[in-house]
């Protein structure tokens, strides 16, 4: 007990010595005095702080806003340039079908329906394989980038956010005696337009010599180039094949609108009446109105037959799938192009990943910076 | 602790704040003390701890928890700066000497919180110098009240085990 009361006494000893006041050095009340003595400054300097930081994020933000709507202009800068060019090429630009011509009625419902759509993916999947390989030499691109692609991403490039897409003039180069002898695939043309200038001449064709109806963009950049369309195509302007040259015809006239050359050997070898020269004559004595009534009642016979609706099927499935991955096999060794996309259609397209996550991190870093630069500031 | 000058002090009168610190520097000096060794540290936390102060006490909802308020984010800036300080030490590979205050720890009473732990010696000034409630110890440190109790009980036998051994030698506190 005695050891006890000793120890208790001692202990309040000791808390009594604790409780004792103590001299505060120097140099601390100095660094008191001098915090308190400039607690305005502080507060000002941070408000400076904040305001400027405010300003600075407003115009940061206004800027993004900016690039953001225009990436074309955003495309030009220097070194984030690279982002915004990507971003240009989601599709952003109107794009608009016209029914301006007397083929209209008798193309497939599934085609005009569809056109614009298919041209829309047309000129995005272009785009990829143009941003993938666009600093590439021209081996690499020839063998990487499918053919379908490759001509078709110099018209793609031309397309900006602002522009307006016209699909029109909807028509068909009818080839004489087709119907006897080459009635599986149908290349149905339309001419697009940017913002009233003729951009290019495409065709949506139906293939159906295999088992399956397989529909399909095609741009062939030579029948493109030496189309003359000089002359003003008008809703009744017909199209066929004669004598290896593609005609228009109104009714008032006639003319010349591309030239083709020579057939392919093994069709004058063989003899399959493709370019049988008595029947395109033929065709080509008749007047206008009966040339076309023969074309239109072929069209509207195949436009009823079942391979224009398996046709319509296809297209709608096509569409609904999401954009085949670029393919990085060498197309040279395998394919030289052709049919080397069916198999990966439907994955998930990682450049959008990529593109994604390029901006997120982008975003995540000035958050970051700017989370440190204020806890620096306030540190100070 | 005026809890006018509290008041006063959220409205932004800069008089009144001056006059709140300057009644509790004492306290904070002690605190900062039983974390940290160095003069120039012990000034960093009480300059960061006016500042934080003065920024936030807008935000402070009840003015008679401005001490324990303030206390709590004096801890948070010495143990911010006691990290820091270890870090440096470990990164460099210097072993510092401890340069202990002279004026400061040669009074023998406060020789004796060197037989604590660094989480003794806390909650042993604010307790028996701070007068802190357990309940209030425990929020400022953001632990449990039987910890601090813990604390506090072997603090208090560390305590009197050693005083023990120096009244038998003849002790200071005879």
Known sequence: MERKGIIMKNFDDFVNGLNQDITISDSVNQRIDETLQGLETRRKHNFRFLKAATVAACVLLAFGAVLVSSSVFASDLPVIGGIFEKGQNKVKYSIKVEKDSMYADVIPSGIMKNVGAMFQKQVRMSMKYYDKYKDADDYTRISKIPDKYRDFIDIAKEIRDSDEIVIRYPFYVYYPGEENYYGSIYDYYFIAEKNQQKLCIFCISVNAEEEKVRTQFIYDKMLDHYFSLDENITEETLFYEVDRSIYAETPEKSFLVREIYSPPAEYIMQGDGMYDDAESSQFYQKNYEEKKDLILSYLKAVKKGKTMKKSGGDIKSELKKADEPINEEDLLDFSMGYGEDEDTLGEKELDDVIYLAVCVAVFCILVIVTVMYIRKHRQD | ?174
């Open chain 2, 1 to 174: 602790m005026d809890k006018e000058l509290v008041l006063r002090a959220k409205k932004r009168d800069k008089d009144a704040f001056v006059e709140l610190i300057n009644q509790q520097k004492e306290s904070m000096y002690k605190i900062a003390k039983t974390i940290l060794k160095k003069e120039e540290d012990v000034a960093d936390a009480m300059q960061e701890t006016i500042l934080n102060c003065w920024e936030k006490i807008g935000t402070m909802r009840k003015p008679e928890y401005f001490r324990t308020w303030m206390v709590r984010i004096l801890i948070n800036n010495c143990n911010e700066i006691y990290r820091q300080r270890s870090k440096v030490v470990l990164n460099n590979e210097i072993i510092l000497e401890e340069t202990v205050d002279a004026d400061y720890f040669n009074v023998e009473w406060r020789e004796m919180m060197s037989f604590l732990n660094e989480k003794q010696r806390i909650v042993v000034e604010l307790y028996y110098v701070e007068q802190f409630k357990v309940r209030e110890i425990a929020d400022i440190l953001q632990i449990g009240q039987s910890a601090v109790k813990g604390r506090l009980q072997a603090a208090r036998k560390i305590i009197e085990a050693n005083y023990c051994t120096d009244t038998q030698r003849g002790s200071i506190f005879g």
